[in-house]
């Protein structure tokens, strides 16, 4: 079910608002609650939240506000519900 309802939505890079948010956090652009179209981290963290390894619901944030940079290392955005951790990264490409 819960894939059945990301597969309606386009994959685009649509980033300029998150990325504007974390900029600019005292200026924050809501993000619409009907978006016609997703973005790579978007889908993940969805999917990380259906799955409770993320909890938006104590967050700022939600899924759509996430940005590549959140899934690495460096990441201090994911919203990790207690008990969940990230091990090390691993390179796959040069």
């Not at 819960?2 to 956090?25: K, S």
């Not at 005292?26 to 009907?34: D, G, K, M």
Request: proline share 7%; aromatic share 10%; net charge negative.
């Amino acid at each position: 079910r819960f894939m059945r309802q990301c597969a309606h939505l386009p994959y685009a890079h649509d980033y300029w608002r998150p990325l504007h948010n974390r900029l600019f956090p005292h200026l924050r652009l809501s993000t619409p609650v009907a978006r016609n179209v997703r973005f790579c981290t978007d889908l993940v963290a969805d999917t990380l939240s259906h799955l409770g390894v993320l909890d938006f619901e104590q967050s700022l944030d939600t899924p759509a506000d996430i940005l590549p940079v959140d899934f690495t290392q460096a990441g201090e955005h994911l919203p990790l519900r207690r008990g969940f951790a990230f091990g090390e990264e691993i390179k796959i490409a040069h």
